[in-house]
C-alpha cells in the first residue's frame, strides 16, 4: 500500500482529479505548486505533505499568512495527529516547538532561516499556503526570500489561489527549486450562482435563457430582464423628482435617490432567510460600516436563531470570554455582542478583539450564527464558507484612495459561498445602487483570475542577512534569481526581440544607402562624408539627415511648450472666472458670448457652469477653448437663477444679449512661434552650411537616411528599457549598501583583482537580528545608547512609535512627546536620529524611513504601568487615535514582537534586554495576555 493509499484511507470522501495528481507528484519526490479556486480543497495537498513527513519520520512546516489562520490550521491538524505531534509558532505564541509538525506564520520560518535554526534539521516538507500573498507590497518578500533559501532537498508545497499567470510563477519555481509539478484546476466544486438585489427583486445577473460561456455556468450575456427592470425603476424615479421639483421649484435634497436607495439591511437578511440562503456573509468594506449593519439588526427585532440555538450560543460565549474580567467585560461590550449572537447576528474585523472573531467564527461553523457583516480581511483565508455572500458596493478604501474592486479580489470574496458537502450551489449578491452597473458586475464575474506580481525588493535587515550568508556578489546572484527579477527578465523577451529585429533592418538598410550613395556618385569621404569611418563611410551626409530632424523636433518641442502655455493659461484663467462674468466662446458647438453662472469647483480642471447667447447651458473646460478665455465685461445676474426650464435659460439669454456686450470676431490670434529661438537657430545656420546641402531634399538617399535614423532610435528606446527593467533590484541593492557601509553596518574593500568584497559587522550582526519596518531606526537608538536606562513601560513606549502606524489623519508625529522627562527626551533623540538616517537615505536615493509615530505611546505606557484598560484606550482616545480593544491587544502584540527581537539581539547581560523582558511581562496581562496565550 502506498503512503497516497494510507492517506485516503482514513478520508471520508474521494480526491477530487487535481487533488489525487498533486498528491502523487508530492510521493513522488517532486515539489508542487497548486493553483484553484477558493474552497476546492487546495489544504488536502498540505496535510497529504504532513503524513509524509511523520510516516517517514521527518519534519514537515506548515506555514500560512496570517496568525488567525495558523492558529486555525494548528487546531485542525492537532485533531487528527494529536497535540504531541503538532506544534505552533507564531511570534507571540509557541506550542510544543520541536513537535516534527509546527504551523507558523511564514515570517517566522524566514527568521528561522537566518539564524540558521537547529530547528532545520530533519526538514523535509514545506507548505506555504495562501502563497499568492508573494504579491502583498508590504509583506510579499518574505514568501520569496524563503522559496529562495530552504535548502535544495526539501520539497515546498506552495498553495494559492487561481492566478492567471500560474504557468509563469510555476516555471520560476522550478528554475529555482528544481523539479515542480505544476497543476492549475478552475473547476468549483460547488457552482456559483452570480445575482443581483434591486430594491426588493433579486435577479439572476446572467440571461438564463443564453447558452453556457466558455467558463461552463457562467453566461456572457447580461440578464435583459434585469436591465429592463433597472431602467424602468431609474425612468421612474426621475419622474418623481420632476414632479417634486414642479412642487418646491428645485430638486430637494437627496433628489434622484428615493427609488434607487438599496434595502435595509434588516430587509436584505430577511429576503435572504426567506430565499432560504443564509447563512451568509456581508462584505462592507469599512468597520464602522460592519458594526452600524449589526447595530441596525439588533434595532430591528429580527431573530433567526431558536431558544436551543441561543443556549448553545451562551456556551461557547462563556467559554470564550472565561479570562476577561467584569470590567473588561464591561468596556468591551460583552453584552451587546452577547445580545447579537443570540439572535444570529455578529460583525467580524480586525477592530474587534481576537477572542470576538475567534468565537463569531466557531459560531458560524457550526450554523449557530446565520449573517455576520465583515470586511474584506475575512476572506484571506478563514475556513468560515457560507452559502451565499452578499457585497454591497463594489468600490473599498486601500488606504490612500476610494478605488474600485479587481477580478482577483472579486473572486477572493465571493469564493466564500458554497460550503463542500452541504450546498448544491453558493450565491453571490450584489446590492444594486446606481453605481453598481450590471455590465460592470458581470466583468468582474466574469474574469475568473488574476495575476500574480512580485511585490520582491531589497531591505536594510534583508541585505545584512543575505551579505552574511552569502557575501556581496552571492546576494547579487540571489536578487537575480528572484520572482521579481524574473517577471522583469520576461517582460524584456519581447523588448530584445524588437532589438535584434532593428539591427537586422539596420544592416540592411546601411547596405541600401551604400548603393543609393555610390548611384549619385557620393564617395565615402569628400563633401558629404567628412567624418567617414569603416563602420559608417556616411556618416557626414548621416549627421546633415540629423540635422534636419534635429530641427523638426525643436520645432515640436516649441510648438508643444506654446500649447502646454495656453493650456496652463486657461486653465488659470478659467479657475479665475466669477459669477456674472461674460467671456467669448470659440471652440465646440456654442460660439459667441456666454455668462458664468458658477465658478469652477475644482482648480485641477477647472470647469465653471455658463450659459450661452443661444440659451445653452452646461460646464465648459480648457478643451472647450482655443484660446485663454477673456473676461469681456460683467452681467448682474439675480440671486436665483432658472437655468432648469427652458424659459429661464431663454430669458437669461436675452438679457445677455441686450448687454450690449460684443464677442470678438474671430479666434484670437495664437501666440506667435519663438523664431527668436537660439537653439532653432543654431541649427539652422549648421543646416545651411553642410556641403550636403545643396543635394536634392526629395532624393531617395534621404529617405533611406531617415529611416535609418528611426530604427537607431528605436534600438536606443528599447536598450534603456531593457536596462532600467532589469537593473532595478541591483540598484536598489547598491543603494542599500551604500547606507548600511556609511553607517558602520557593512566593512566593504576591494580586493587585489578588483573585486568588492563586504564584511558584517558587529552593528550589522544587530542588526540582521531586528524584523520591523523601521529596523534601521531601532539598531541605530540601540547603538547610540538612546533607550538605556529606560524603566519598562517606558521602552514599550518608545518601541511603539517604531511600530505604531495612525490609521487617521491626526498621526501624532515627530512633535508629540508624551510621558515623563525620561520618556520625552528618548523620544526627542530618537527623532534626531531618525532625522539623520534620513539624511543619508537622501543621499544614497533611498526612499526614508518612516518617521516614529507616538500616537500609541501613552496607551502603552499606561497598560505596562499596570493601569486599566479603560484608562488605556481613552489615553489613546484623548491623542485622537480612538483605538478599538482589537487594534489595542493588535499594537500590544507587534510591541512585544519589537521587545522580544531587541531582548535576543542585545544579549542576555545588558540593562536594555532586562528592560525589554520586563516590558514584554507588565503587557502580557489581562485581555491582552488572553490574545497571546490564545
Known amino acids: 500500500m502506498t503512503r497516497l493509499d494510507e492517506f485516503t484511507a482514513r478520508l471520508a470522501f474521494r480526491l477530487d482529479e487535481f487533488q489525487h495528481r498533486a498528491c502523487t507528484a508530492l510521493e513522488g519526490g517532486h515539489g508542487v505548486l497548486v493553483c484553484a479556486p477558493t474552497g476546492a480543497g487546495k489544504t488536502i495537498v498540505g496535510e497529504f505533505a504532513v503524513h509524509l513527513a511523520l510516516t517517514g519520520g521527518t519534519k514537515c512546516f506548515y506555514t500560512t499568512p496570517i496568525k488567525a489562520l495558523s492558529n486555525q490550521k494548528y487546531a485542525d491538524l492537532a485533531a487528527v495527529h494529536g497535540a504531541t505531534s503538532v506544534g505552533l509558532l507564531t511570534g507571540d505564541n509557541s506550542i510544543n516547538p520541536d513537535a516534527p509538525v509546527v504551523v507558523m506564520t511564514t515570517e517566522v520560518l524566514r527568521n528561522m532561516i537566518y539564524a540558521n535554526s537547529r530547528a532545520l534539521g530533519g526538514l523535509t516538507h514545506v507548505v506555504m499556503d495562501e502563497v499568492h500573498f508573494l504579491a502583498d507590497r508590504f509583506r510579499g518578500a518574505v514568501w520569496e526570500e524563503v522559496i529562495l533559501h530552504l535548502d535544495p532537498e526539501v520539497r515546498v508545497v506552495s498553495l494559492s489561489a487561481t492566478v492567471s499567470n500560474a504557468e509563469e510563477f510555476g516555471d520560476w519555481i522550478q528554475t529555482v527549486r528544481g523539479d515542480t509539478t505544476v497543476i492549475v484546476d478552475e473547476h468549483r466544486p460547488v457552482p456559483l450562482s452570480q445575482h443581483m438585489l434591486v430594491g426588493s427583486r433579486m435577479f439572476d445577473l446572467f440571461d438564463p435563457a443564453a447558452p453556457p460561456g466558455p467558463a461552463g455556468p457562467r453566461r456572457a450575456e447580461v440578464n435583459p430582464e434585469l436591465k429592463r427592470y433597472i431602467r424602468n425603476r431609474i425612468l421612474l424615479n426621475d419622474g418623481r423628482d420632476d414632479r417634486r421639483r414642479g412642487r418646491d421649484g428645485q430638486a430637494g435634497r437627496g433628489a434622484g435617490r428615493g427609488g434607487t436607495r438599496p434595502p435595509s439591511r434588516p430587509d436584505l437578511v430577511a429576503r435572504l432567510d426567506r430565499e432560504g440562503l443564509l447563512p451568509a456573509i456581508g462584505f462592507i468594506f469599512s468597520r464602522a460600516g460592519c458594526d452600524g449593519a449589526l447595530k441596525q439588526c439588533l434595532r430591528s427585532g429580527l431573530s433567526l436563531l431558536g431558544p436551543e440555538e441561543m443556549d448553545a450560543v451562551d456556551e461557547v460565549v462563556d467559554r470564550h470570554i472565561a479570562d476577561l474580567s467584569p470590567a473588561?467585560?464591561?468596556?468591551?461590550?460583552?453584552?451587546?455582542?452577547?445580545?447579537?449572537?443570540?439572535?444570529?447576528?455578529?460583525?467580524?474585523?480586525?477592530?474587534?478583539?481576537?477572542?470576538?472573531?475567534?468565537?463569531?467564527?466557531?459560531?458560524?461553523?457550526?450554523?449557530?450564527?446565520?449573517?455576520?457583516?465583515?470586511?474584506?480581511?475575512?476572506?484571506?483565508?478563514?475556513?468560515?464558507?457560507?452559502?451565499?455572500?452578499?457585497?454591497?458596493?463594489?468600490?473599498?478604501?486601500?488606504?490612500?484612495?476610494?478605488?474600485?474592486?479587481t477580478p482577483g479580489e472579486y473572486t477572493q470574496l465571493t469564493g466564500r459561498a458554497g460550503r463542500r458537502g452541504i450546498d448544491v450551489e453558493g450565491h453571490a449578491v450584489v446590492v444594486w445602487t446606481p453605481e453598481a452597473v450590471p455590465e460592470q458586475v458581470a466583468g468582474l464575474a466574469g474574469a475568473r483570475t488574476?495575476?500574480?506580481?512580485?511585490?520582491?525588493?531589497?531591505?536594510?535587515?534583508?541585505?545584512?542577512?543575505?551579505?552574511?550568508?552569502?557575501?556581496?556578489?552571492?546576494?547579487?546572484?540571489?536578487?537575480?534569481?528572484?520572482?521579481?527579477?524574473?517577471?522583469?527578465?520576461?517582460?524584456?523577451?519581447?523588448?530584445?526581440?524588437?532589438?535584434?529585429?532593428?539591427?537586422?533592418?539596420?544592416?540592411?538598410?546601411?547596405?541600401?544607402?551604400?548603393?543609393?550613395?555610390?548611384?549619385?556618385?557620393?564617395?565615402?569621404?569628400?563633401?558629404?562624408?567628412?567624418?567617414?569611418?569603416?563602420?559608417?563611410?556616411?556618416?557626414?551626409?548621416?549627421?546633415?539627415?540629423?540635422?534636419?530632424?534635429?530641427?523638426?523636433r525643436r520645432e515640436r518641442d516649441l510648438k508643444s511648450e506654446r500649447r502646454a502655455a495656453d493650456n496652463r493659461s486657461t486653465l488659470a484663467d478659467l479657475a479665475a472666472l466669477k459669477r456674472g462674468h461674460v467671456i467669448g466662446l470659440h471652440g465646440g458647438r456654442h460660439r459667441g458670448l456666454a455668462v458664468v453662472l458658477e465658478a469652477a469647483a475644482q482648480s485641477a480642471d477647472p470647469k465653471p457652469l455658463v450659459l450661452s447667447e443661444d440659451a445653452w447651458c452646461g460646464r465648459v473646460g480648457a478643451r472647450d477653448f482655443v484660446n485663454p478665455p477673456e473676461v469681456l465685461g460683467n452681467m448682474r445676474l439675480p440671486k436665483q437663477v432658472d437655468r432648469r426650464t427652458g424659459r429661464g435659460r431663454r430669458d437669461l439669454a436675452s438679457a445677455l444679449r441686450s448687454t450690449g456686450i460684443e464677442a470678438p470676431r474671430g479666434r484670437s490670434k495664437k501666440r506667435a512661434a519663438a523664431a527668436d529661438d537660439r537653439e532653432l537657430a543654431r541649427l539652422r545656420r549648421a543646416l545651411r552650411a553642410h556641403p550636403a546641402h545643396r543635394l536634392d531634399g526629395n532624393d531617395e538617399l534621404f529617405r533611406l537616411a531617415e529611416r535609418r535614423n528611426r530604427v537607431v532610435r528605436e534600438i536606443v528606446s528599447a536598450e534603456r528599457v531593457i536596462g532600467e527593467r532589469t537593473s532595478t533590484l541591483g540598484v536598489m541593492f547598491s543603494h542599500i549598501v551604500g547606507v548600511l557601509e556609511e553607517l558602520g553596518y557593512l566593512e566593504v574593500r576591494s580586493?587585489?583583482?578588483?573585486?568588492?568584497?563586504?564584511?558584517?559587522?558587529?552593528?550589522?550582526?544587530?542588526?540582521?537580528?531586528?524584523?520591523?519596518?523601521?529596523?534601521?531606526?531601532?539598531?541605530?537608538?540601540?547603538?547610540?545608547?538612546?533607550?538605556?536606562?529606560?524603566?519598562?513601560?517606558?521602552?514599550?513606549?518608545?518601541?511603539?512609535?517604531?511600530?505604531?502606524?495612525t490609521r487617521r489623519e491626526s498621526f501624532a508625529g515627530a512633535d508629540a512627546m508624551p510621558g515623563n522627562a525620561a520618556l520625552r527626551n528618548a523620544l526627542a533623540r530618537t527623532v534626531e536620529i531618525w532625522r539623520d538616517v534620513t539624511v543619508v537615505e537622501a543621499r544614497h536615493r533611498i526612499a526614508p524611513t518612516r518617521e516614529p509615530d507616538?500616537?500609541?505611546?501613552?496607551?502603552?505606557?499606561?497598560?505596562?504601568?499596570?493601569?486599566?484598560?479603560?484608562?488605556?484606550?481613552?489615553?489613546?482616545?484623548?491623542?485622537?487615535?480612538?483605538?478599538?480593544?482589537?487594534?489595542?491587544?493588535?499594537?500590544?502584540?507587534?510591541?512585544?514582537?519589537?521587545l522580544e527581537q531587541i531582548r535576543l539581539g542585545v544579549g542576555a547581560d545588558t540593562r536594555l534586554a532586562d528592560s525589554a523582558r520586563a516590558a514584554v511581562s507588565s503587557i502580557r496581562r489581562g485581555v491582552v495576555a488572553a490574545e497571546l496565550g490564545a
Request: charged share 25%; with cysteine; hydrophobic share 45%.
Open 751 to 805: 580586493t587585489k583583482s578588483g573585486e568588492s568584497r563586504a564584511e558584517v559587522t558587529a552593528a550589522g550582526q544587530l542588526l540582521s537580528r531586528i524584523y520591523s519596518e523601521s529596523d534601521l531606526l531601532v539598531t541605530e537608538c540601540i547603538r547610540g545608547g538612546v533607550w538605556d536606562g529606560l524603566a519598562p513601560h517606558e521602552l514599550a513606549a518608545v518601541v511603539a512609535a517604531m511600530v505604531f502606524e
Open 328 to 405: 473588561d467585560e464591561d468596556i468591551l461590550g460583552v453584552a451587546e455582542w452577547r445580545a447579537g449572537l443570540r439572535r444570529g447576528f455578529a460583525a467580524h474585523h480586525a477592530g474587534l478583539l481576537p477572542t470576538f472573531r475567534h468565537a463569531v467564527e466557531e459560531l458560524f461553523t457550526h450554523g449557530l450564527v446565520k449573517m455576520v457583516f465583515a470586511t474584506e480581511t475575512l476572506a484571506l483565508g478563514i475556513n468560515m464558507p457560507a452559502r451565499t455572500v452578499v457585497l454591497e458596493r463594489l468600490v473599498k478604501y486601500n488606504g490612500e484612495a476610494h478605488v474600485d474592486l
Open 450 to 552: 488574476f495575476p500574480l506580481r512580485s511585490s520582491f525588493q531589497p531591505e536594510y535587515n534583508m541585505a545584512v542577512n543575505l551579505i552574511g550568508r552569502l557575501g556581496l556578489d552571492g546576494s547579487r546572484e540571489l536578487l537575480n534569481r528572484s520572482f521579481a527579477q524574473f517577471q522583469a527578465d520576461r517582460s524584456v523577451v519581447g523588448q530584445a526581440r524588437k532589438v535584434d529585429e532593428a539591427r537586422r533592418r539596420l544592416r540592411k538598410l546601411d547596405v541600401d544607402l551604400a548603393g543609393a550613395a555610390e548611384n549619385r556618385g557620393l564617395e565615402p569621404g569628400g563633401p558629404v562624408g567628412d567624418d567617414a569611418t569603416d563602420d559608417e563611410p556616411y556618416a557626414g551626409f548621416l549627421g546633415y539627415v540629423q540635422l534636419r530632424e534635429d530641427i523638426r
Open 854 to 898: 507616538t500616537g500609541f505611546s501613552v496607551a502603552v505606557s499606561l497598560w505596562a504601568s499596570g493601569r486599566s484598560l479603560t484608562e488605556s484606550l481613552a489615553a489613546a482616545g484623548e491623542r485622537g487615535q480612538l483605538l478599538s480593544p482589537g487594534d489595542f491587544v493588535r499594537w500590544n502584540r507587534m510591541v512585544v514582537d519589537l
